[in-house]
Every structure is written in C-alpha cells, then in structure tokens.
C-alpha cells in the first residue's frame, strides 16, 4: 500500500499522476517555463542564419554561444544539444527551459530565458528564441516580452532597450540575415535616390519599415550610421544618403518637403508609403533628437511594436506538440442507424431489455428552463460583445486619465516657474524701494532692529544646498545628482532658491516624459513649454583647457560630459546668475545627469 502511495501524485487540479516517474513530471511541469503571452511582446524579429565560413549547418555554433551566455547567469547550465531538454526551475528573474524535437535536417529548438531588463533596473524580462532547421535552410525567430508588455516597463523608451541580448552574441558566431539585409548601411549616391524612392519605398510588396538617415553640412552624420543600422537590425534596413545633396534628391522624388529626411535627420518610412501620405504618419527624429540615445530607444520601441505584429505568434516546440496531438487525436464516429422498411402486418419488435435509451436534453425540467437553455448561447454573445464594449471604455478611460495627469504635473510645473519668477521681480522692486527711501527717515535703533530681523528671517529660509538635496531625494528617479552640485550650490551666493527648486521640478518633470517617450517635439521646446531657458551645448569655440570644466565624476568613478545646462539670468554677477549644468546622454542612465548648480563657468567671454 505504501509503494502505490509513492508512485502517484495528486495536482492541485485534481489530476493524479501514477507511476515510478510521477513526482519528478509533476515538479518538471510546475517549473517549466511557458512562452510569453503575444501582448507582453515587446520586439520580435525573424532570421535566416548561416555560418560565418564555410558551408553545412549553423545550430552547433548557435548551441555553443547559447550555452555559454546562459552559464553566466547559471553556472550548472548543461549544454543545449540537439536530442536533450534542459530546464531550470521559474523565478521572478532567472529560468530556463529548452526543448527539441525532430532530427538533424528535420529539427527544431525552442528556449524560453527568464532574466532581468537590460536597462530598467527591477524588471523581469522574457526572452523567446526558435530555432528551425529545415534541410540546408536555418532559421532563427527571437522575441523579447515583459510582464505587462509596455506598460510593465513604463512607456516605449524601455520597450526599445528591450531588444534581446541573445541577437548581438549570436551575430559573432553566424551570419543573421533579415529579409537579405545583413545590418550593414546601404550607402546611396545620388543617382541612385530615384530608383530608391520608386523600387523600394513605393514598392507594392514591402512588408517592413525602411529607415533613411541624411546627412548634415559638409556630408557628416549626428550618430555613426553603422550604430543606427545595429539599433535597428531585425526591425527596418538602413539607407545613408551619401551627401547631402542627395536630400534635394529625395524631396525632388517624393514630391513633398514635409515627407522627406534632411539636415542629418533619420526617418523611418512604414509599409504602404505613399507621396499623399501625412507627414506624422512616418516616424522622424530631427537631429538634435537623434542624437539622444532615449529618443532613439523610443524609436525602436515604436517600430518594434509594428513589426512584432507580422511575427506574432511565434510557434515553438510545444505548440508544435499540442498541434500534432490535436491532429493525431482519436474522433468519435457516430453510426447512422439502419432503416428497415416493414408491411403493415409485420409487427414491430418489442425493444430489447437491455438497451437503455437516452433521455433528450432537457427532459424532466420545466419547459422555461429548457427555454432559457436555449436562449443561453445568444445570451452569452451578447454578453462577451458588452465585455468587449467595456473593455475599450476602461482602456480608452486610462489612456485619457494618463494624459490628464501629464497634463496637471505639466501645469503645476509651470505654474512653480511663473511664480518663483513673479516673487524674484517684487523682491528686486522692494530692494531697490529701500535703496531709493532716505536713510534719514529711520531711526538708527529701530533700523538695526529691522536689521537683525532680516538676518533672522534669512537664517530660517532654506538654502540653496536644502533645495538641491530635497530635489535629489524627491526626484531620484528623473534626477541624479552628484555630490559636486552639493558643492558649488553651498559656495554660490544666489538668493532665489525658490526659483531653483522650481527649475529642477522642471526638470525632474521633462525627464520623466522623456524616459517615457513623450518628448515629440525635442528637450529644447518641453523646456521652453514650461518657461525654462534650456540650452544644449556649449560654444564650439571653447578651448580644451576650459572643456574639462564641464567633466564630473560620480560615486563610480566614471566621469560625465556635463555641457547642457539651464541659464538662469543673464550677467555674470553669481548673486543674480545660476547655471545648472547636466547632461541627458550619461551612458547605461536614463535620468538627467546634475554636476553643478551655481556659479556660472568660466568662460573667454566671462572672468
């Protein structure tokens, strides 16, 4: 009795499992790892792959670098082999399952990777990868998933930073081809950008997005192009107009200036393009935009988000598996009853004892309930159509109470600048009414009370160094901010601290939006929109000598470029001038980088 006890295993269910194998199927199923649902689908891209030289069949190479990059993260990983399934048991960050089945030539490998956002720090990502060898054919489909799709990840930026990490380690050991493209840049001259716009953008027949980056004056680019090509591989090929004369080129075959890429801009043409087409309807980065890495990540996002559609949903080897038991599956076939014709004088056998008629659906209750049985079905659809109904309300409801939100933190925002810049105006008015009433009028006892007054109030408002700090504990997630602005913000002599405050709301505010991709129109006009003088640079006629000024390490040790920076007045008295330096693009962080807030930089107009 004990060894039957032991060899069956009852589910949560309610299945029982017997056998000598029952406990470890019951812990392999309730471990295994199953693919992502298509709505938390963030990229998805399919593949053909070759090997990098020579001839036969890329899955060894494959198997190899899988292996290796999953042992980084598990080091008791098995190796991926063909005839053997591999998997490790699911948690919030980490789990592995691989399963196989067919032979070489006719053979197919399916791995489903738990593991952690590349960029957003807290987030479980989904890696699915399909491997499908046919003959001498070798294809490869990869998707990445997060758990509640975009919204999971707080908007398209981090959906575009998604990209699988498994694409760039499995280009250094094959060759990954997408619709013949290798993610190389296909350079055009300007003969060539006619036949481009008629053969490729006006083509019929394509399926996917084309990307075209122009270059700016004197034929050089904002970012490398080989690095948009390797952002965008997978999703949309990359066309470099070769100079910018080529620009005219395109607006001359377009038709419409407005559709066109120019002055270093990159524009992703969708499928379906037409010369009628709106302008809005084909995604455009200018290049003060393009030069943002999160501008480009929302991009990627974007274009993702489209091109999964096509590949979705990816079938792997349990979809295979569940399809082939469906097929094989027995159907129950029902025998017509043979009819007998009798004359009249031949009497009908009496029914035999043993067989049991069944009773019609619905016999013994009372003829409304059998009505309401019937009425269920037109019942049901009603209620899944009102579902439906619902359902869009409720979302078309959040998506509109998300945009109410932006659009109060938009208005107190910049209600806080209008105000910290009403109260500077009437503290100057009321210094310079004290300098323009005579000493005289006042008595010298009662003028050093009032004095002494002053200094007390002075000493219970906060200072320029509590307004930072409070902004790097209120604002830690759009804001960080390294100890050199505590610094200059303690020996600058600026008395409008509520003014500071309110710009570094601002900008807590502006970076907010744009690690969300809601920066359509550029830093410079989110900044402008909110009253903020914002400027991206410095002069491209500072010295290397006083560039170093601009450099500030973090507690890391690694050194940020700080040159945009928030201008606050415009003379050179640190009383009334304040400039806050940062920068947007500090590498592996999304949030805006502070390293000074004080006292305007040297400059060779400035001493």
């Known amino acids: 009795m004990s060894r039957q006890a032991s060899s069956q295993h009852l589910t949560a269910t309610g299945i029982r499992i017997v056998g000598s194998a029952a406990a470890e199927l019951v812990a392999r199923a309730s471990s295994h790892l199953e693919p992502p649902p298509s709505g938390d689908v963030l990229w998805a891209a399919g593949f053909r792959a070759r090997p990098r030289i020579g001839s036969g069949s890329p899955v060894p190479a494959i198997l190899h670098r899988l292996t290796e990059v999953l042992r980084r993260e598990w080091d008791a990983c098995p190796p991926l082999g063909r005839d053997q399934s591999v998997a490790r048991p699911a948690a919030r960050f980490h789990g592995i399952s691989w399963d196989v089945m067919g032979e070489a030539g006719a053979w197919m490998g399916e791995l489903v990777w738990r593991h952690r ?74 003969s060539e950008v006619a036949p481009f716009v008629r053969e490729v953008l006006l083509s019929e027949s394509r399926e996917w997005p084309v990307a075209v980056q122009a270059p700016l004056e ?7 192009p080989e690095e948009i090509a390797n952002e965008l591989f997978g999703l949309a090929p990359l066309y470099v107009l070769e100079r910018q004369p080529c620009t005219f080129r395109l607006t001359d075959a377009i ?27 084909h995604w455009l980065l200018l290049r003060d935009r393009l030069d943002d890495p999160l501008e480009r990540a929302a991009l990627v996002g974007r274009v993702a988000r489209v091109v999964a559609n096509r590949h979705l949903p990816m079938q792997g080897v349990r979809a295979r598996c569940d399809a082939l038991a469906r097929m094989n599956a027995p159907t129950p076939v029902t025998m017509p009853t043979p009819t007998v014709e009798q004359s009249d004088d031949e009497a009908t056998p009496p029914p035999s004892s043993d067989a049991v008629p069944s009773p019609p659906i619905g016999a013994g209750l009372p003829a409304a309930v059998v009505n309401a049985l019937g009425e269920l079905p037109a019942a049901m659809g009603v209620l899944a159509a009102q579902l439906r109904d619902l359902s869009g309300t409720i979302a078309h409801l959040v998506a509109a109470n998300v945009q109410l939100s932006d659009e109060v933190a938009r208005l107190r925002t910049t209600t806080a600048i209008r105000a910290t810049s009403t109260n500077a105006m009437e503290r100057r008015l009321a ?34 160094v509590d307004a930072v700090r ?55 006009a989110a900044f402008q929109e909110l009253g903020v003088d914002y400027r991206a640079g410095i002069a491209k006629s500072t010295s290397e000598r006083l560039r170093h000024q ?3 390490r973090d507690s890391n040790g690694l050194v ?31 949030r805006f980088v502070i390293g000074h807030v004080g006292r305007h930089l040297t400059v060779m107009t400035s001493t």
Request: aromatic share 6%; proline share 4%.
């Open 560 to 590: 940020h470029l700080c040159a945009e920076h928030i201008a606050l007045g415009s003379t050179y008295d640190p009383r009334r001038c304040l400039r806050i330096y940062f920068t947007s693009r500090a590498a592996s962080e999304v």
């Open 117 to 190: 956002h590349p960029v957003l720090a807290g987030t479980p990502c989904t890696t699915h990868l399909i491997i499908e060898e046919q003959q001498q054919h070798t294809r490869v489909s990869l998707a990445s998933a997060a758990d509640g799709g975009q919204t999971g990840v707080r908007g398209v930026v981090a959906a575009g930073q998604a990209r699988p990490l498994l694409l760039d380690e499995l280009r250094q050991v094959v060759t990954l081809t997408f619709d013949h493209f290798n993610g190389a840049p296909i350079i055009l001259t300007e």
């Open 470 to 524: 409070h902004a790097a504990s209120e604002y830690g997630d759009a804001l960080l901010i390294l100890d050199s602005a505590e610094k200059t913000a303690a020996e600058s002599p600026y008395a409008d601290v509520d003014r500071v405050a309110a710009v570094l709301q601002a900008m807590a505010y502006v970076a907010r939006r744009r690690q969300e991709g809601g920066l359509d129109t550029g830093m410079r």
């Open 255 to 281: 038709g419409d200036r407005r559709l066109s890429a120019y002055f270093g801009a990159l524009r992703v043409y969708r499928e379906e393009f037409s010369c009628a087409d709106r302008s809005d309807d």
């Open 431 to 464: 210094a310079m009414e004290s300098v323009l009433v005579p000493a005289a009028e006042s008595e010298e006892i009662d003028a050093e009370a009032e004095r002494d007054d002053d200094i007390e109030d002075l000493e219970d408002q906060p200072t320029l």
């Open 550 to 552: 601009y450099e500030f």
């Open 218 to 224: 004197g034929d050089l680019f904002v970012v490398p």
